[in-house]
Each structure stands twice: as structure tokens, then as C-alpha cells.
């Protein structure tokens, strides 16, 4: 009889012992770029490694495992796994989109539908009424980012899979914020699981990777020929890496998560802060859905503050601890002001009717201490309602 593996235990020992030649416990890293035909017409396992590497697909195994899927295909990027996605789709079909996803997301869908490659409709997943409309059009695929990027909304993912079943339609989730450590859509009907692996699967800041992980062998057989003949496959220096970076993903998880529930609550309490987008939040719109369909609420927190520009501007430039920069879910903090930076492509008319306006600061929380964590937002945000009192001062005195 085997020993049950949780994810924590798939995470540590994926592909562990795997090396027959020297017994290393850790796979090593298969950095050729082509292998020797064993004789003339007899190829081994792998001959190219645009369409095959061992180290790649030690961590598409590892994926696959940890998603509960039948096949995983790993890509250079985020981005390369969308475009991947997308390939599945024919100039006649539809795809329905969130539409307040990643606004490179938004981007690549937007300017295919224009070159004619599909059409795309982006809409609130989160109104049942919007989501009934979306399929009486009868699309080909719908997407779904749960929790979505910037504002976490929750969509119900085993609902949207009980509709896209009864209308034949596919169903594909970006699983980037939570990882499959937190939670695992194809066990609640997704066929096709989608990661940036540029944020907690590796987790480090220090790789761009993707993936895309398929609920049959069937739709993961067409995405490793796409990936092939597209050339989207990732890199086997960025797979070792993330490969490595995945053995620590459930604890760093754990850790993501507490910290981010601790500074939600205080962002909550602070008189400067007009609202806070945390799933774990009881009054959240999407808690009860995220209770149920997760196993945590994970380390992303969006906040809105008073006080227009000024505010924003000195309270990301005070801070100490969270690096103003793009990208998420690595060990450090960082702070993001999504309309200038990473929906930047997306026009003012699309942010304001998917609610991401001006005043809304996204906060990635790292493995700094807590406590820490908590002072420098206070002081941030003090300096800020600083700069408001300032401002408002010399605005009453003209
Ligand atoms: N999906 C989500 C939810 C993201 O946040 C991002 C990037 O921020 C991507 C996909 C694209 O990933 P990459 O930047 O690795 O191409």
C-alpha cells in the first residue's frame, strides 16, 4: 500500500530520486539543447529541446501532480500559456473573459479579437445574470481568474463548470494567485488550469514561466503540439529553478497567507483607507464562495485610499519594505499601482467599468516579518494623510 500524498508532500519530492545514472536525490539539470539519435531513424526519448527536456518535464510532472491533471505542458511564460490557450480556439468561436483580469491578459485577447483570431467577450463572471447571457451566445471556451488580478473577485468555479458542461463549452482558470496549493480547479470541474509560475510556484523573483495544466490526456496531447510547433516551451535552467522553488511552496504559502490576513485587518481599521479587497475578510463579497472552493485565502491584498493622487503617491514612496515594482507571490513585498503598471494596456474606459480606478493599490505579501510589515504600512500611510492635510491646508489658504 502506498503512503497518501498531500500537496506538501508531492511539492518536496517531486521527481526526488529520479536519477538512475548517480543516485542523486535532486534531479539534475538538463541544459542540452538536442540529443543523439541512438542510430540512423531510431531517436530516444528526447531528441529536441524546444519539444522535449527531461528537467521541463521533471516540473511538469511535479504540476500535473499537484493540479490533479492528466497532462501539464510548461511555457516561458504567463503569457505563453494564454497564447497557448487561445490555439484551442477557431476565427468563428467565442471566448468569455473576466473583465478585470491581468492587463496583459485583457491585452492579448483584446488584439487577437481585432486580428480576427476569435472573438472575445469580457464580462462580470461574479453576476450570475451576465454569466447565463455569456452562454446563451454559445462561446467555444470561457476563462476564469479566481481570485482575479487586481481586485479579488471570486467566481465560483464549480458553478461556471456545471454550466459549461451542460452548454459543451471549455473551461480554463488562471490559478496564478492561489497556486495549487491553496486551490485545485480541476477538482471542481475546470478542464484546463493555467499558472504564471513567474510568482509563488517559483516564488523567488528570479524567473518568468508558465504553464498550463490539462484535466485529459486528449486536451493535453493538442497543447504539447501546439506548444512544440508554436515554440511556446519554457526554458530547463527556469524549470529547474522552478522546480526548486516549488519544494517550499507549502510553507511559504502558509506564511503568505497569515501575513496577509494580519495586514488586511489592519488596513480595514485605518481611517485612510477607504476600502480593502481580502478574500478572507468576512464581509468580502466572494468569502463564502473562497471558504468553500479554497484552502486559504492567500498573500494578495488590494487596497483603495482617500485623498486622490498625492495619497497614493507618498504612501507607495514611503514605504520601506515593499518594493514598488510589477509582479507578485515572491518571498519579498512589493506594491503595485495597477492602472500606471500592470493594466496599463487596458484603456480608462475598460478599468472604470471592471472598478479598478485610480485610488487602488495592490500589495503582494512576502515572508518579511509580520510586525514589520504592519509598521512600515502605518507609517506609509500616516505620511500620507500627512500630504492630504497638506494639500487640503494650502488649498483652503489660495
Ligand atoms: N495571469 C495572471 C493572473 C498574472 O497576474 C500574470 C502576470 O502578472 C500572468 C497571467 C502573465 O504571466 P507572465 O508575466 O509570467 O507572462
Not at 524546444?50 to 491533471?69: F, I, K, V, Y
Not at 505563453?80 to 487561445?86: E, K, P, Q, S, V
Not at 480593502?276 to 479554497?294: E, F, K, N, R, W
Not at 495619497?311 to 514605504?319: H, W
Request: proline share 5%; aromatic share 6%; net charge negative.
Amino acid at each position: 500500500m502506498s503512503v497518501p500524498a498531500s500537496p506538501a508532500t508531492l511539492a518536496v519530492r517531486a521527481s526526488l530520486e529520479s536519477d538512475s545514472q548517480h543516485g542523486a536525490v535532486i534531479p539534475p539539470l538538463h541544459l542540452s539543447s538536442n540529443y543523439t539519435f541512438e542510430r540512423f531513424g531510431v531517436k530516444r526519448q528526447y531528441d529536441y529541446t524546444r519539444s522535449g527536456n527531461p528537467t521541463r518535464d521533471s516540473l511538469a510532472d511535479a504540476l500535473c501532480s499537484l493540479e490533479r491533471g492528466a497532462g501539464a505542458v510548461v511555457t516561458a511564460s504567463g503569457m505563453a500559456a494564454l497564447t497557448l490557450l487561445t490555439h484551442l480556439l477557431e476565427p468563428d468561436d467565442l471566448l468569455i473573459a473576466p473583465h478585470d483580469c491581468y492587463g496583459g491578459t485583457y491585452r492579448l485577447f483584446e488584439h487577437l479579437a481585432a486580428k480576427r483570431h476569435f472573438a472575445v467577450s469580457f464580462i462580470d463572471q461574479t453576476d450570475p445574470a451576465a454569466l447565463q447571457a455569456a452562454f446563451a451566445r454559445r462561446p467555444r471556451m470561457i476563462l476564469v481568474e479566481t481570485p482575479s488580478n487586481p481586485l479579488l473577485r471570486i467566481v465560483d468555479i464549480a458553478a461556471v463548470s456545471a454550466l459549461a458542461r451542460s452548454h459543451g463549452v471549455l473551461l480554463a482558470v488562471d490559478n496564478t494567485f492561489l497556486s495549487p496549493i491553496l486551490q485545485q480547479p480541476i477538482r471542481l470541474g475546470a478542464d484546463i488550469v493555467l499558472h504564471s509560475t513567474t510568482k509563488y510556484l517559483n516564488g523567488h523573483s528570479d524567473v518568468v514561466g508558465g504553464a498550463i495544466i490539462a484535466a485529459t490526456e486528449e486536451l493535453s496531447e493538442s497543447l504539447r503540439w501546439w506548444a512544440n510547433c508554436l515554440g511556446l516551451t519554457g526554458a530547463p535552467f527556469d524549470s529547474y529553478l522552478t522546480l526548486r522553488g516549488i519544494r517550499t511552496l507549502h510553507a511559504r504559502m502558509r506564511q503568505h497567507e497569515e501575513s496577509a490576513n494580519r495586514v488586511a485587518l489592519f488596513l480595514d481599521q485605518h481611517p485612510l483607507v477607504s476600502r480593502v479587497y481580502y478574500p478572507g475578510l468576512p464581509d468580502h463579497p466572494g468569502h463564502q464562495i473562497a471558504s468553500a472552493q479554497q484552502s486559504g485565502f492567500g498573500g494578495m491584498v488590494s487596497l483603495e485610499i482617500d485623498g486622490g493622487e498625492a495619497a497614493v503617491a507618498t504612501f507607495v514612496e514611503k514605504l520601506q519594505l515593499f518594493s514598488l515594482a510589477e509582479s507578485l507571490g515572491g518571498v519579498e513585498s512589493l506594491v503595485c499601482h495597477p492602472p500606471t503598471m500592470t493594466h496599463a494596456a487596458v484603456s480608462r474606459q475598460a478599468l472604470h467599468e471592471a472598478g479598478i480606478g485610480d485610488n487602488l493599490i495592490r500589495l503582494s505579501i512576502g515572508l518579511e516579518d509580520s510586525g514589520d510589515l504592519l509598521e512600515d504600512l502605518r507609517l506609509a500611510l500616516d505620511a500620507a494623510a500627512h500630504a492630504v492635510t497638506l494639500k487640503s491646508v494650502a488649498a483652503a489658504s489660495c
